[in-house]
Nanobody
Framework: QVQLVESGGGLVQAGGSLRLSCTAS????????MGWFRQAPGKEREFVAV????????YYADSVKGRFTISRDTAKNTVYLQMNSLKPEDTAVYYC??????????????????????WGQGTQVTVSS
């Protein structure tokens, strides 16, 4: 069983930045593909970004491309989401998710919720206008 704990959410003005962190309890963190999703009030959860087990590949939703950056630190068992130029429409609860194997990379594949085995509890991001 893998536990994921997100942190770093908060209230920020439009145009500002936040960095979210997600720390995993997995002993073999380097074998997990890690994703970020978000859910705004009254909306379905949607994909934000994903990073491969090696960190060598990333994939982003069009709505955040060029503004958000996903990265990982294997030594700290942590994945990050750097969010710049935030907009009010980025307001949501942000969740990280983990999937171990297979060693197959497709951004489209990992943008789908059902492929992930483990989820964090979420962290709230609120962007004021």
């Amino acid at each position: 069983q893998v536990q994921l704990v997100e942190s770093g959410g908060g209230l920020v003005q439009a145009g500002g930045s936040l960095r979210l962190s997600c720390t995993a309890s997995a002993r073999t963190f380097s074998s997990y593909t890690m994703g970020w999703f978000r859910q705004a009030p009254g909306k379905e959860r949607e994909f934000v970004a994903v990073i491969s087990w090696s960190g060598g590949s990333t994939y982003y939703a069009d709505s955040v491309k060029g503004r958000f950056t996903i990265s990982r630190d294997t030594a700290k068992n942590t994945v990050y989401l750097q969010m710049n130029s935030l907009k009010p429409e980025d307001t949501a609860v942000y969740y990280c998710a983990a999937r171990q194997g297979p060693r197959y990379w497709s951004g489209n594949y990992y943008s789908q919720e059902y492929v992930y085995d483990y989820w964090g509890q979420g962290t709230q991001v609120t962007v004021s206008s």
